[in-house]
């Protein structure tokens, strides 16, 4: 089914009156230190590292914590047009590590875990001593204010609260050998490896390092194999060890917001469902630490194998690869609060991505409408749509208005053709109602 955009021509005459819009599916990328360059002295470029870059509480803000000679420093970015605007002083020597669930407070790297106001950084509480005897690691969560730590001499892993900074409760550890090096000669021990803990602070993924002697037929070495186990925090439940995936511990676990799927990467993306029944494998080569997130709706996946490619989306549900962008890297790849952008950043740069694939309400096993070609220089498949359903394309600027109703009715196929050769060049919102179902596209339109 092919449609014709007819725009009415004060439309086009204002719009083509109006300056060129990016028309890149990447809204900005920077070195970190040219965004902050106004609050630099010559040489401190030589000496800048970024250590994270946080969304606000909204899509206006990033927050760049960075390293500078050392010394933490903190700096608000506008996330639309990629400017710094200004150093949070309150924050210098103590940095931001995460931003908390409540608005208006974050923890910090200095002192470790610490609250503090934001953006005044004036500390609220902090834990009276650290590190705890035998600290080896920890990992923080926002959504319930918890922190795991785990603790060697005996092996320990604590569970804090930073409503109270004390501990309240250990969890149970897989106990099938002890800890340790094994003994000699057939002795097996475990070592400790790597946490991932689920946003919505349900499931702990524990990687442990199995150990034992072999004899070679000259020689005993030692050999070593990673052992992951999956742990129910709130219950304080040892649940099972993981068999999806062998040699490799879990670098990063995320929740879908509704709790219905888990997403965990061990190279490739493993999906589960809410009692982490193993439902398939998204494969992707390469895939590292925290290059990935869920979105907010829970239908999509962004991610990519970290600084040495770039960010690509899929849906959930049916692994389907929607979107790949071309630029912008997929290290530590994070969306905005409201779905519409994708932020991703490495010790030496920031980029923010337009989020193609913005939103999808409907039944969840309907296949989700692509648009492309996009970027487009005139002609745009929509599709697959359902036949027969009361169907609406609508097209807007990227602050919402209305600029036109592309397409209006019942169509007889699953694929609508739209012209839009008479659009100029610029970014676009494109709207799709397809019976209770709507999706929403950035369309990006050039030459």
Not at 28 to 42: E, M, V
Not at 188 to 208: E, F, N
């Amino acid at each position: 089914m092919k449609v014709t955009a007819l725009l009415p021509a004060v439309l086009i005459a204002a719009a083509l009156a109006a300056p060129a819009q990016d028309t890149s599916d990447v809204l900005w990328a920077k070195g970190a230190s040219a965004l902050i360059r106004n609050w630099l002295g010559p040489e401190d470029g030589h000496y800048l590292s970024l250590a994270a870059a946080h969304w606000h509480w909204n899509d206006s803000l990033l927050v760049g914590s960075y390293l500078i000679y050392g010394i933490h420093r903190v700096f608000e970015i506008d996330a639309v047009r990629g400017v710094g605007l200004r150093e949070l002083e309150g924050f210098r020597g103590k940095g931001i590590f995460a931003f908390s669930r409540d608005s208006g407070m974050v923890f910090t790297y200095q002192p470790p875990f610490a609250k503090a106001r934001y953006p005044s950084g004036e500390l609220l509480d902090s834990f009276p001593a650290w590190p705890p005897p035998g600290y080896r690691d920890a990992v923080l969560n926002t959504a319930t204010n918890q922190l795991l730590v785990w603790v060697d001499g005996p092996p320990t892993l604590w569970l804090y609260s930073l409503d109270t900074y004390q501990p309240v409760d250990t969890i149970p550890l897989p106990r099938q050998y002890p800890y340790g090096q094994p003994e000699w000669p057939d002795g097996r021990s475990y070592t400790y490896g790597a946490m991932s803990w689920s946003p919505d602070g349900r499931y702990l993924l524990l990687g442990l390092t199995e150990q034992w002697y072999v004899y070679t037929g000259r020689t005993w070495e030692r050999r070593e194999q990673p052992r992951t186990w999956l742990i129910d925090i709130p219950n304080r439940r040892l649940l099972r060890p993981i068999t999806e995936w062998q040699n490799s511990w879990t670098w990063d676990l995320r929740s879908s917001p509704d709790g219905r799927r888990y997403v965990a990467a061990v190279g490739s993306l493993y999906l589960f469902d809410a009692n982490f029944t193993f439902l398939r494998t998204i494969p992707i080569s390469g895939l590292g630490s925290r290059s990935f997130d869920i979105s907010p709706d829970g239908r999509y996946v962004a991610g990519g194998p970290g600084s040495s490619g770039n960010t690509r989306i899929w849906e959930i549900e049916s692994g389907q690869l929607l979107h790949w962008y071309q630029r912008g890297g997929a290290s530590n790849v994070r969306y905005s609060p409201s779905g519409a952008y994708i932020k991703t950043h490495s010790e030496g740069s920031i980029a923010v991505l337009r989020n193609v694939v913005l939103s999808s309400v409907g039944e969840p096993t309907q296949p989700v409408p692509l648009l492309r070609p996009n970027p487009t220089g005139g002609t745009v498949l929509l599709g697959p749509v359902l036949p027969g359903l009361p169907t609406l394309i609508e097209l807007a600027d990227l602050r919402g208005r209305v600029l036109a109703r592309l397409y209006e009715g019942i169509p007889a196929t699953a694929t609508i053709e739209l012209s839009v050769a008479s659009l100029p060049v610029g970014t676009y919102f494109l709207r799709l109602v397809n019976g209770s179902s709507v999706t929403t596209y950035h369309l990006l339109k050039e030459q």
